[in-house]
C-alpha cells in the first residue's frame, strides 16, 4: 500500500488517525481516483514512485499546515489566507478538508508523472504542490469545482 517501513504507525506519527480518516474518504468517496493513485493506471509506475500511504499522511499534515489549523486553538480562525479563502469552502461542504485533501493527492500525482520525479524527489514535489495549492486557494475558489478548474484538474 506504500508504507515506507514495516511499521506504518512510524508515517501515521505525523497526521494521526486524521490522515488515515482522509486516506479512507478518497477511498471510499473517490474510489476510481484512490484505485488510479494506489495502481497508476495511468503514467507509469515503477521502482521509484512515491510511497501512496506515506504520501497520504504528508499531505494531510501539509494541508492542515497550509491551511493554518496544524498548529492553532480549536475555535480560531485561521491566519494564513489560504485558510481564511478556505472558510468559504466550509460554507459549501462539511466535508471541505477532505475534497480538498482528495484535489492536492491528484494534484501531487499530477506535478509527480510531469515531473517524473523520483523518491528522492518527493519533497521537491510536495513543496510544488504545497504553493500551488496555497496559489489557488488564495484565488478565493466558491467551490470545490472551481479548485479544481483553478488547478486544470479533473477526475
Excluded at 512515491?50 to 504528508?58: E, K, L
Aim: with cysteine.
Amino acid at each position: 500500500m506504500g508504507w515506507q517501513g514495516e511499521d506504518p504507525g512510524t508515517d501515521i506519527r505525523g497526521a494521526g488517525v486524521f490522515g488515515l480518516d482522509n486516506l479512507l474518504y478518497l477511498g471510499t468517496y473517490h474510489s476510481k481516483l484512490f484505485d488510479h493513485l494506489l495502481h497508476k493506471r495511468r503514467g507509469v509506475w515503477d521502482d521509484v514512485d512515491y510511497p501512496f500511504a506515506a504520501a497520504s499522511m504528508n499531505l494531510t499534515f501539509t494541508l492542515a499546515d497550509v491551511l493554518g489549523i496544524a498548529r492553532s486553538k480549536p475555535g480560531m480562525l485561521p491566519k494564513t489566507a489560504a485558510g481564511r479563502a478556505f472558510c468559504q469552502l466550509l460554507t459549501e461542504s462539511d466535508v471541505a478538508f477532505e475534497e480538498v485533501y482528495c484535489v492536492m493527492f491528484a494534484l501531487l500525482d499530477h506535478v509527480w508523472v510531469q515531473r517524473k520525479a523520483s523518491y528522492m524527489e518527493f519533497g521537491a514535489v510536495l513543496k510544488q504542490v504545497r504553493d500551488k495549492l496555497d496559489a489557488a486557494l488564495q484565488s478565493k475558489p466558491q467551490s470545490i469545482r472551481q479548485l479544481k478548474q483553478h488547478l486544470g484538474l479533473q477526475y
